[in-house]
């Protein structure tokens, strides 16, 4: 069985206009920020300022509850339980609606249902990493050696966005190589620092010390255009038209939750994260590029996304039968 993430934008829809009048107060009381993911990453750094930041805002709690684990299921498959009072919200990673329907023949949820996109926070380019023993100095010079020579790259598991971004890439350049699979995206660039494996395609933030260092090269980002951060990477755009290698992180509130509270939740975090101060110290050193806009032009989102990333794994032959 396999299911669209085309109806996150009918769930957005579809959470419906209540009267304020109608309405308690909200928040009314503490706010329970579940991070589908475990604490340390950026969906955790985000996630904690963010919630901070709420804090101030509103004058209640925010507590944050970190629950990793099969790839965002642990934490979907507790929230869609969550009662729609707004109360209950889930800040996790785009491969929830975007790779999971597609990758997964079961899932713990329903992305058509279960879901009310609030809003994008961040988005994270994954740079294209490569040893410097690797003579390929541009995307074109690393296709055709790979067409020489056997090559391998780093993975994080099929479902991982280093591993679909490669895939990707393989599909539109002809490149061949063969992943070797990590258990983290540490161990991984670790290993292709130490050149016990030529490239990888890992967040950009992770790749620029190294890179800043000359221990490794970069080819390129897979962001749309380039980061005012790092403006002497490329983006593989350039080269390479249509390619797009970013992992996104939104928050979502339960299916049916009012559309009153979506609309505060939304409008209170446009406005933390246009903060300049909140910007300078959460989002330009992580090299987080900040996703502005509505319930509904995220919604698209989701749904623009879910449709490539679908045609990559179905192209490919993905799939998880667990």
Do not use: C
Not at 132 to 141: D, F, G, L, M
Not at 154 to 171: D, E, I, K, R
């Amino acid at each position: 069985m396999r299911r669209s993430s085309a109806g996150v934008l009918v769930a957005a829809s579809l959470v419906g206009a209540v009267p304020a009048a109608a309405q308690p107060a909200y928040p009314s009381k503490p706010i329970n920020l579940v991070i589908a993911l475990a604490a340390g990453g950026a969906a955790d750094i985000i996630g904690r300022a963010l919630g901070q930041r709420l804090h101030e805002e509103w004058g209640q709690p925010v507590v944050i509850e970190n629950k990793g684990g099969a790839n965002t299921q642990v934490a979907t498959s507790q929230f869609i339980r969550a009662d729609r009072d707004g109360h209950t919200l889930l800040l996790t990673a785009e491969h929830t609606f975007t790779v999971n329907p597609s990758l997964y023949a079961k899932l713990a949820y329903d992305p058509e249902k279960d879901f009310a996109p609030v809003s994008g926070l961040i988005a994270i380019s994954q740079a294209l990493v490569l040893h410097p023993s690797v003579p390929a100095k541009s995307i074109v010079e690393l296709v055709a050696l790979s067409k020489s020579k056997p090559m391998t790259y780093a993975s994080l598991g099929a479902g991982s966005g280093p591993h679909l971004s490669m895939t990707m890439f393989q599909a539109m350049t002809g490149m061949k190589a063969e992943p070797v699979q990590y258990r983290g995206g540490g161990p991984a660039l670790a290993d292709v620092i130490a050149g016990h494996v030529p490239m990888l395609f890992i967040a950009t933030g992770l790749a620029a010390e190294p890179w800043k260092a000359g221990k490794v090269a970069v080819l390129g980002i897979g962001s749309e255009k380039r980061l005012e951060a790092l403006p002497e990477l490329p983006a593989i755009e350039e080269t390479l038209p249509g390619f797009r290698a970013s992992v996104w992180f939104g928050l979502f509130a339960p299916g049916g939750t009012p559309g009153a509270i979506i609309a505060r939740l939304n409008g209170s975090i446009q406005r933390i994260m246009a903060e300049p101060a909140f910007i300078a110290r959460f989002l330009t050193p992580n090299f987080f590029e900040p996703m502005p806009g509505t319930p509904e032009q995220f919604a698209a989102k989701i749904k623009d996304d879910a449709t490539r990333w679908s045609k990559v794994i179905r192209d490919a032959g993905l799939r998880i039968e667990k």
